[in-house]
T-cell receptor
Framework: DADVTQTPRNRITKTGKRIMLECSQT?????MYWYRQDPGLGLRLIYY???????NKGEISDGYSVSRQAQAKFSLSLESAIPNQTALYFC????????????FGPGTRLTVL | AQTVTQSQPEMSVQEAETVTLSCTYD???????LFWYKQPPSRQMILVIR??????QNATENRFSVNFQKAAKSFSLKISDSQLGDTAMYFC???????????FGKGTLLTVNP
């Protein structure tokens, strides 16, 4: 079983709809992250959480919100989806400071029509 | 703030040959880490190699090695004996600062030709 899972893997929705992307991990890591990948732009950080009570905005948080329901779960919401939020979304975890490596989920392809 | 620049949007190489992907970065941190990630068509992000900035020795992982030039803030990836399975998007990334979050370059699409 994968250590970091994301659901759904693919989603098509319409403008104005509320969407939730979910991330779960079995690695026992405290730190979790949400990234967005757009062609030609690399990955950009949306939100990050260092533990259940510590949530922080990344560089592109506008239009997004998150919820850290437990150490293992970190959800990303689009309250009212718009077409320019069409992208590939990645969740990641890390066990810093024991290791600096981040472990990525398989990604969610979101299309907003 | 950290920035990472990959100046080669696309590269190609013949199978079994060697290729070098370029990356430059900028940071005001004294302690930071550098990474190369691979993203094949499956879109999974896979860590290829990592370098701790305080270590002078260049990291090596099998066919993958880096040329870390700290003063020049350069971190290139060399792939030896290229294989068809190396075809992927490669991202350079840095980690540092008080929040220890990853900053990615825009990526280099590498195609290995038979």
């Amino acid at each position: 079983d994968a250590d970091v899972t994301q659901t759904p893997r693919n989603r098509i929705t319409k403008t104005g709809k509320r969407i939730m992307l979910e991330c779960s991990q079995t690695k026992g890591h405290d730190r979790m992250y949400w990234y967005r990948q757009d062609p030609g732009l690399g990955l950009r950080l949306i939100y990050y959480s260092f533990d259940v009570k510590d949530i922080n905005k990344g560089e592109i948080s506008d239009g997004y919100s998150v919820s850290r329901q437990a150490q293992a779960k970190f959800s990303l919401s689009l309250e009212s989806a718009i077409p320019n939020q069409t992208a590939l979304y990645f969740c990641a975890t890390s066990e810093f400071p024991r290791t600096d490596e981040q472990f990525f989920g398989p990604g969610t392809r979101l299309t907003v029509l | 703030a950290q920035t990472v620049t990959q100046s080669q949007p696309e590269m190609s190489v013949q199978e079994a040959e060697t290729v070098t992907l370029s990356c430059t970065y900028d940071t005001s941190e004294n302690n930071y880490y550098l990474f190369w990630y691979k993203q094949p068509p499956s879109r999974q992000m896979i860590l290829v190699i990592r370098q701790e900035a305080y270590k002078q020795q260049n990291a090596t992982e099998n066919r993958f090695s880096v040329n870390f030039q700290k003063a020049a803030k350069s971190f290139s990836l060399k792939i030896s004996d290229s294989q068809l399975g190396d075809t992927a998007m490669y991202f350079c990334a840095s980690l540092g600062g008080s929040n220890y979050k990853l900053t990615f370059g825009k990526g280099t699409l590498l195609t290995v030709n038979p």
